[in-house]
């Protein structure tokens, strides 16, 4: 351990303050960027909040002596004085790449350089520095995906056991009829006869379009080359189901609890499923969360969020009224008697409700 008194240590009190103004700066520039450029609401938060706390380590390394008495910026080697114009960046990805890139470097020469002197603060540098690898992973990773998903407004549950029609019957016009999102979802299902009916549901999505998620089986998503995937919290993480199926695939993740959509984008999902609203034959081990869970999770997460739980026509309204732009219904589309209508008539109510006053 370095036990010359930090205030007595000039050259350490300027790398400690070139480099925490790096972070510093790194970090505000993605915030901007991703809640400025991309358009986002929770994922910013979380990097401001790791922001507030490098700031709070700074302030724990400086003691009572500020670190910036010992700038001296006429000397700095990257002063604009002593350098070459900036290249430009390309693009406004270009920009948000640099400074994740340059947020990395600093957290990990802050950690280094805090060891030598105090381990208790370099354990906490070393927490800022996966923070900001976890939260840079679910950012990108959000960016990478989001476009295939922006336009899906209604998803359709398909169970063989509640349908009116036969599993390829009701996918293909519940499609026609406007469902954005197919997932199956086959609890009881043998691999083999699950495998079998994914790949014709495959073709039938493909068509025209749509997405197909597959409930559960990760093995079975990748086998029939579906779109992606949607778990339950018991279930393995999204982050563990990504390594199998790659990083373009699409992984869903089942919500019950703010807290649990407030950490969906940095598991690893894609979207998530809001509920159950009310109770529902699908969910029958689970209690419903309730109109009021749809706008708090919905503020909790920049993901796709999509209401599920006994939507149909009796309850649509208050779904959509209570914030829901996105919708995930099982038994109101394809126990309907006529699927396709019913299909239809959720995507016009949901698009309605979507079109500006």
Same mark, same amino acid.
């Given at each position: 351990?370095?036990?010359?008194?930090?205030?007595?240590?000039?050259?350490?009190?300027?790398?400690?303050?070139?480099?925490?103004?790096?972070?510093?700066?790194?970090?505000?520039?993605?915030?901007?960027?991703?809640?400025?450029?991309?358009?986002?609401?929770?994922?910013?938060?979380?990097?401001?909040?790791?922001?507030?706390?490098?700031?709070?380590?700074?302030?724990?390394?400086?003691?009572?002596?500020?670190?910036?008495?010992?700038?001296?910026?006429?000397?700095?080697?990257?002063?604009?004085?002593?350098?070459?114009?900036?290249?430009?960046?390309?693009?406004?990805?270009?920009?948000?790449?640099?400074?994740?890139?340059?947020?990395?470097?600093?957290?990990?020469?802050?950690?280094?350089?805090?060891?030598?002197?105090?381990?208790?603060?370099?354990?906490? *540098?070393?927490? !800022?520095?996966? =923070?900001?690898? #976890?939260? $840079?992973?679910?950012? &990108?990773?959000? @960016?990478?995906? /989001?476009? %295939?998903?922006?336009?899906?407004?209604?998803?359709?549950?398909?169970?063989?056991?509640?349908?009116?029609?036969?599993?390829?019957?009701?996918?293909?016009?519940?499609?026609?009829?406007? *469902?954005?999102? !197919?997932?199956? =979802?086959?609890? #009881?299902? $043998?691999?083999?006869? &699950?495998?079998? @009916?994914?790949? /014709?549901? %495959?073709?039938?999505?493909?068509?025209?379009?749509?997405?197909?998620?597959?409930?559960?089986?990760?093995?079975?998503?990748?086998?029939?080359?579906?779109?992606?995937?949607?778990?339950?919290?018991?279930? !393995?993480?999204?982050?563990?189901?990504?390594?199998?199926?790659?990083?373009?695939?699409?992984?869903?993740?089942?919500?019950?609890?703010?807290?649990?959509?407030?950490?969906?984008?940095?598991?690893?999902?894609?979207?998530?499923?809001?509920?159950?609203?009310?109770?529902?034959?699908?969910?029958?081990?689970?209690?419903?969360?309730?109109?009021?869970?749809?706008?708090?999770?919905?503020?909790?997460?920049?993901?796709?969020?999509?209401?599920?739980?006994?939507?149909?026509?009796?309850?649509?309204?208050?779904?959509?009224?209570?914030?829901?732009?996105?919708?995930?219904?099982?038994?109101?589309?394809?126990?309907?008697?006529?699927?396709?209508?019913?299909?239809?008539?959720?995507?016009?109510?949901?698009?309605?409700?979507?079109?500006?006053?």
């Amino acid at each position: 351990m370095d036990q010359t008194p930090l205030h007595h240590d000039r050259d350490a009190r300027r790398l400690f303050d070139a480099v925490g103004n790096r972070l510093e700066e790194a970090l505000r520039t993605v915030e901007d960027q991703l809640r400025f450029r991309h358009g986002l609401e929770a994922i910013p938060r979380e990097w401001r909040a790791v922001r507030h706390d490098v700031g709070a380590l700074r302030r724990a390394i400086a003691g009572e002596i500020p670190t910036a008495l010992a700038r001296d910026v006429r000397s700095d080697p990257g002063h604009p004085d002593r350098t070459e114009d900036p290249t430009p960046h390309s693009d406004r990805h270009a920009v948000l790449a640099a400074n994740l890139a340059r947020a990395r470097e600093a957290a990990r020469s802050l950690e280094e350089e805090i060891r030598g002197r105090d381990t208790t603060l370099a354990r906490e *540098a070393e927490r !800022i520095r996966y =923070r900001i690898y #976890s939260l $840079e992973s679910a950012a &990108l990773g959000f @960016l990478h995906r /989001r476009e %295939r998903l922006a336009a899906a407004r209604l998803y359709v549950l398909v169970t063989s056991a509640l349908a009116s029609g036969s599993p390829e019957e009701v996918t293909e016009r519940a499609v026609n009829g406007g *469902a954005q999102v !197919i997932q199956l =979802r086959e609890k #009881s299902m $043998e691999g083999r006869e &699950l495998s079998a @009916l994914s790949e /014709r549901l %495959r073709k039938i999505t493909t068509a025209v379009g749509a997405l197909l998620i597959v409930n559960d089986r990760i093995e079975v998503a990748a086998l029939c080359g579906a779109d992606g995937v949607h778990l339950g919290q018991g279930d !393995i993480p999204p982050t563990q189901a990504r390594r199998f199926l790659g990083p373009d695939a699409l992984i869903g993740l089942s919500t019950h609890a703010i807290e649990e959509a407030r950490n969906a984008a940095e598991e690893g999902a894609d979207y998530i499923g809001v509920g159950p609203i009310f109770p529902t034959r699908t969910k029958e081990h689970r209690h419903a969360v309730g109109l009021g869970y749809i706008s708090d999770a919905m503020r909790a997460t920049d993901l796709p969020a999509f209401a599920i739980g006994s939507v149909n026509r009796e309850t649509i309204d208050a779904v959509l009224e209570a914030g829901a732009t996105r919708v995930a219904i099982c038994t109101g589309v394809i126990a309907a008697e006529d699927v396709e209508a019913a299909a239809k008539f959720f995507r016009e109510r949901v698009d309605r409700n979507m079109a500006p006053a």
